[in-house]
């Protein structure tokens, strides 16, 4: 008898496999993206300076005997505020729609305002016509 030809069957796994890594691949570079995606969006977190905010105060907060976690924590809420008023927040995805959704509405009411005090004089004085 002869031996049963499975040269299709090794190449069909091979191809099953090949396309599962790829499949993998695919999945992976998704994940990264997603991932870039997420830091897109504030979460809540609103920058570190109202971290550095509240861990100043905490420092201030809990009592120490050498009062430097007090010097130390007035130090960081300054920093914080500081921070604060002179680094702009983050750009986040929710702001961006938020702008956008601003800018579409003052530019109908420019539009609108451009309309209501739009009247062209025409004057037809400086036209010569020859027939």
Request: aromatic share 10%.
């Amino acid at each position: 008898m002869d031996a049963p030809k499975t040269d299709h069957i090794v190449t069909a796994v091979k191809e099953l496999g090949s396309s599962c890594v790829e499949s993998a691949d695919l999945l992976s570079g998704m994940n990264g993206a997603l991932h870039e995606v997420n830091q897109l969006y504030d979460h809540g977190y609103g920058g570190a300076g109202n971290s550095m905010i509240s861990f100043g105060i905490a420092l201030v907060a809990f009592p120490e005997p050498f009062m430097v976690s007090d010097v130390i924590g007035a130090g960081m809420v300054a920093a914080g505020f500081m921070y604060k008023h002179f680094v702009p927040p983050p750009m986040y995805i929710d702001n961006v729609f938020e702008t956008i959704q601003e800018q579409v509405q003052a530019i109908h009411a420019t539009g609108e305002g451009l309309n209501q005090n739009y009247s062209p004089e025409v004057d037809l004085s400086s036209f010569k016509f020859e027939f």
